[in-house]
């Protein structure tokens, strides 16, 4: 039986010079190693009767849906901050969008489905290793409640792709509001384009800020705050998580506020805010303490292509882009401020709780405690009679700076958190059950996702299938799931993750 997806295709109704047309490229021998059964049925695919062979066939490029208008989207980049004037879709190819039950669209875009007019050098192909990460990586945070591009399936391709080394190939079916990034506007902004950039722009204020009235005059200048607002958002999520994304360029930056391409990324274990995973960014550029300024100044990229479209003399454009980027600095740090007192169980902010927040920060970086689990045992320790005794062992695990006086000042903090929790919420237990559902038991750490793309290349998926277990409530305590909560060890450690394009 085949399968039928209810593609709307936007994207490709919109003018030629947005995309190429091109077919995947079949692969060798597809087999599905998971379909996300619960996402399809949010996006009204229906799979009632179709067989795994026809899941793989359709999710490797193999068999093209009916009604799929494949196309590889056209883009531009800064990359490590050097512009890329051309680079497009090398190897993902968006088979169409189609709407959810609320009238929402979604593409749906295979990664890994062979080359296309944009390819440059590149084959195409995706290992299975890359491709696993992005499905552990964006299924996770989207557990955890953060904005990201989704997973529907992944096929092997029964191909060998060639790398640093032979590695076994895959398929990746992301699903996201849209692939459109900053860099699809540097595109036609550096053409000179300005019809094609105004079209893009209607496109998006439809699909994306459908509240942004389009008959104002300043709906363009709307739309990029609105942008910016998400995006500011977006990152103050990443950085009360731990999250590192690892290549913010500007074409991995989407113009929806979700988190996209998950190549090098990993969460922060032990706290060190100039921590860098990304074997490719040896001068630091995205680590994890630049990201709110590097969002801004991928925006800053942003409103490079947009002035044109802003009210006003090209000065007052450049004025009014400069404020919006100001006010992008001070929503970054409110929202960051914000998830830091929800992690800390104080809803109101009030004065004092940056340097508060500032204060504990600045511990776990010395002591090198490990966030996660840092913030995880606090909520434990909401009343001043509780015992401390399980945030204090994170002092005995291996590799943390243990001092007299980094447990005297925790302890102080600690005096002073409980009293200003115990003057602001009225009981101990419910800031207690509060913290839980924002300071996650479980991450997808680095250590784990790496055993997990280990087991899967010689051929068993048992510990991928597990960790996305784990991942999928990551704010309860299964005891099942337990020792996915603990640090690596030193010998487990992943200090470096390789994008493995
Ligand atoms: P990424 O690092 O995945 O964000 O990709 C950056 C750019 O390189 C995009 O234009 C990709 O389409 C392209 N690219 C990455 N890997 C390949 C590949 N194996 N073949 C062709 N193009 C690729
Ligand atoms: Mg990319």
């Known amino acids: 039986m085949s399968l039928h997806i209810p593609f709307r295709n936007a994207y490709a109704s919109l003018p030629d010079t947005f995309f190429a047309r091109v077919l995947p490229t079949a692969v060798k021998k597809p087999v599905l190693i998971r379909f996300n059964q619960a996402l399809a049925t949010e996006l009204g695919i229906s799979t009632d009767g179709v067989d795994e062979q026809t899941l793989a066939e359709v999710f490797s490029g193999n068999r093209v849906p009916d009604n799929a208008e494949p196309l590889a989207m056209a883009y531009s980049g800064h990359q490590f901050g050097h512009l890329n004037p051309q680079l497009g879709d090398g190897r993902a190819i968006l088979l169409g969008d189609v709407a959810d039950g609320r009238g929402r669209l979604w593409d749906i875009q295979l990664k890994g489905a062979g080359t296309t ?200 454009a450049v004025e009014q882009a400069t404020a919006v980027l100001q006010d992008y600095a001070q929503w970054q740090q409110q929202a960051w401020q914000q998830g830091m007192n929800h992690k800390l169980g104080l809803s109101q902010v009030q004065e004092g709780d940056q340097e508060r927040a500032e204060q504990l920060l600045a511990l776990l970086d010395q002591a090198g405690l490990d966030f996660t689990l840092f913030f995880r045992r606090l909520c434990a320790v909401t009343s001043n009679d509780s015992d401390r005794h399980e945030v204090f062992a994170l002092f005995e695990l291996p590799d943390v700076h243990r001092s007299a006086r980094l447990e005297e000042d925790l302890h102080h903090w600690l005096d002073d958190w409980q009293a200003a929790l115990a003057a602001r919420e009225s009981s101990p237990q419910a800031a207690t059950q509060r913290m839980k559902s924002v300071n996650p038991a479980v991450i997808p750490r680095n250590h784990r996702v790496a055993e997990a793309i280990a087991a899967a290349e010689t051929g068993d998926f048992s510990v991928f299938e597990r960790l996305l277990s784990a991942l999928a409530n990551p704010y309860d305590d299964a005891a099942e799931f337990s020792a996915y909560q603990t640090p690596p060890l030193p010998q487990e450690q992943v200090l470096r993750t390789f994008c493995g394009t």
């Not at 722009?201 to 699909?207: K, S």
């Open 117 to 316: 007019p944009f390819s440059r050098m590149g084959d195409g192909r995706c290992p299975l290793g890359p491709a696993l990460r992005e499905y552990i990586m964006c299924e996770a945070m989207h557990a955890l409640g953060i904005p990201t591009t989704r997973a529907l399936a992944v096929v092997s391709s029964g191909e060998r792709v060639v790398r640093e080394q032979l590695e076994p190939g895959a398929v990746f079916t992301r699903v996201a509001s849209s692939h459109i990034r900053v860099g699809t506007f540097q595109y036609f902004a550096l053409r000179r384009d300005a019809d094609a950039l105004r079209t893009l722009a209607d496109h998006v204020l439809e699909r994306h800020y459908p509240a942004i009235d389009r008959q104002r005059d300043d709906r363009y200048l709307q739309l990029f705050r609105a942008i910016c607002q998400r995006q500011a958002e977006l990152i103050a999520r990443w950085m009360n998580t731990g999250f590192i994304h690892g290549v913010m360029n500007t074409d991995n930056m989407t113009i929806s506020g979700e988190t996209i391409d998950y190549g090098p990324c990993a969460f922060i274990d032990a706290y060190h805010p100039q921590t860098v995973y990304s074997a490719i960014d040896r001068n630091g550029r995205y680590a994890y303490q630049n990201q709110p300024a590097i969002g801004q100044w991928n925006l800053a990229r942003l409103a490079e292509t947009l002035l044109s479209l802003f009210p006003g003399t090209e000065k007052q």
